[in-house]
């Protein structure tokens, strides 16, 4: 298995913000995580969803939307495994 950070990135309190990440070979199964690194114990910080675009025959863009719902800024990592 392969893991690793793809980007990292801050998204200010109430916004939205959308990176993407392309050239992914297509027989490659990505798993997407986004876990917040600016620690705020209580409540939930983010919320994530990952759209698929098939670019080519042979690559693959996935576009991620990290969505803050806290009253403060947050740092994030979006982080990936690829499972074959």
């Given at each position: ?8 990135g ?13 050239n ?18 209580g ?16 690559n693959?863009?996935?576009?991620i ?8 800024p ?5 982080r990936?495994a690829?499972?074959?």
């Open positions: 298995m392969r893991v690793g950070v793809q980007f990292t801050t998204v200010n309190a109430g916004q939205s913000a959308r990176w993407f990440t392309f992914w070979p297509q027989d490659w199964h990505v798993e997407w995580n986004v876990v917040p690194t600016s620690p705020v114990p409540a939930p910080q983010i919320d994530w969803d990952v759209e698929v675009e098939r670019a080519s025959a042979s693959i863009t996935y576009w939307t990290v969505r803050n719902v806290s009253a403060a947050v740092n994030i990592e979006a990936y690829v499972m074959n």
